[in-house]
């Protein structure tokens, strides 16, 4: 489902610049559930946008789903993760005059499926919030707005999830909850995960650990559960 | 440093309202190594904001280093907490247009403190920030942003440090290097600490946790280190 050959990232910082991927090749099967583990600093968030279709690499192949990315036009890249990618940023990005469950509603019309509010209010039910799906961001705790991220890249059963730090603001009820979630639907639509994380809980639940240091990939461990 | 009595924190939502607080009753020594856990939603924010000076309680007591908080304007709020009270929001709450040296100067400035950049250079320094003197929060990664708003709250060597999830976005060593930072500040000055944390290494760190559920104190254990 996913293929990088030696992807670089590079952004401009006044006369010089910062290295922050330095060649970075691997590929992801359908189906399976990877964590990128890594100091902060390392990498993770700029390969996860490159690979979410968020960003371009400087240099190197960035293949999802059998179609080049690199080198699409903007307006592209937002038509393919629109369709093909769920998203959890890891500052959650939810639109702030939307009640949690617009917010939900909102990303099922922009992947191109028809508005469906039960669909929605069952994401947000599955990720124990209903009771707070007419509250705006504002109004709810910072887990809370995770777990709204959350619902709102899992409604549209995407192929490929990429969730950025997904149980930062959690509990570990709440976390373990979560991870079940994208569990089952890993196991029941064969949906593919990539997660970043510096969380143990989430490491113990995944079957492929990538650590990056310093824009490199340093270790590359299946796990057999 | 700080007396809570029957606190009670109701939000508006729409016809009813949200009882976030229900009734806390807390008194904390200087010095203390505080931390506040409890499942996402159960009211540690909330808490937090309203021993920061952020937010004004809706019923009850608040008492901090002798003075009462309630009833303040938000004029006099705003002096006293940037006066006695370093603060890191749990959404870091940096200034876009500012460099991570700018703002931790203006926490200087801002807290009547003459601007002093050799003093802010340290406190980035000690976070692990050497080389990302003048990046903008955007040019940061969300580990590295969030060690830049702790920077932020100690540069000022306030009496009392409010941190909401301190180490969400850390890896364990980032983690464990901010943690040691405020011990040291704490044995050093006596600096009195409040946390919030879901981080199992931040609460084998502090000397008293304090379990919040539902807007209520459900426990209170004092552990000797
Ligand atoms: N502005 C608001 N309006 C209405 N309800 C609110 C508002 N802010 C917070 N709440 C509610 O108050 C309760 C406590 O929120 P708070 O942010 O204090 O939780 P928390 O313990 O910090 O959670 P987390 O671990 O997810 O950060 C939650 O149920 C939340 O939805
Ligand atoms: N817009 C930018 N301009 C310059 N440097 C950047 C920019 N964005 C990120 N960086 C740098 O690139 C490196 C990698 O950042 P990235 O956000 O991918 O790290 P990360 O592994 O996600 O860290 P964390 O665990 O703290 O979230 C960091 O050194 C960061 O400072
Ligand atoms: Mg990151
Ligand atoms: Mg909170």
Redesign the pocket.
């Known amino acids: 489902i996913l293929s990088l050959d030696k992807v670089v990232k590079r952004y401009p910082m006044g006369q010089t610049e910062v290295l922050a991927l330095k060649g970075v090749s691997l590929t992801v099967e359908p189906g399976e559930l990877l964590a990128f583990a890594g100091p902060s600093g390392s990498g993770k968030t700029t390969l996860l946008n490159i690979v979410g279709c968020l960003d371009q690499a400087s240099e190197g192949e960035v293949i999802l789903d059998g179609q080049r990315v690199n080198g699409l036009s903007a307006a592209d890249l937002g038509r393919l993760r629109a369709e093909k990618v769920g998203f959890v940023f890891q500052s959650f990005n939810l639109i702030p005059v939307l009640s949690a469950l617009e917010n939900v509603e909102l990303a099922l019309r922009l992947g191109g499926q028809p508005p469906d509010r039960a669909r929605a209010e069952q994401a947000l039910v599955d990720v124990g919030l209903a009771d707070?799906l007419h509250?705006r961001p504002?109004?709810?705790?910072?887990?809370?707005q995770q777990r709204v991220a959350i619902a709102r890249a899992l409604v549209k059963a995407p192929k490929l999830v990429i969730a950025d730090e997904p149980t930062a603001?959690l509990?570990s009820v709440n976390g373990a909850a979560v991870l079940d979630l994208m569990r089952k639907l890993n196991e029941e639509r064969g949906a593919t995960f990539l997660f970043s994380t510096h969380d143990n809980l989430v490491l113990s639940r995944v079957n492929r650990i990538v650590r990056l240091r310093d824009g490199e990939i340093v270790a590359d461990e299946r796990v057999s559960r």
Do not use: A
Request: aromatic fraction near 0%.
């Open positions: 707070q509250r504002n109004q709810l705790s910072g887990g809370q603001n509990d």
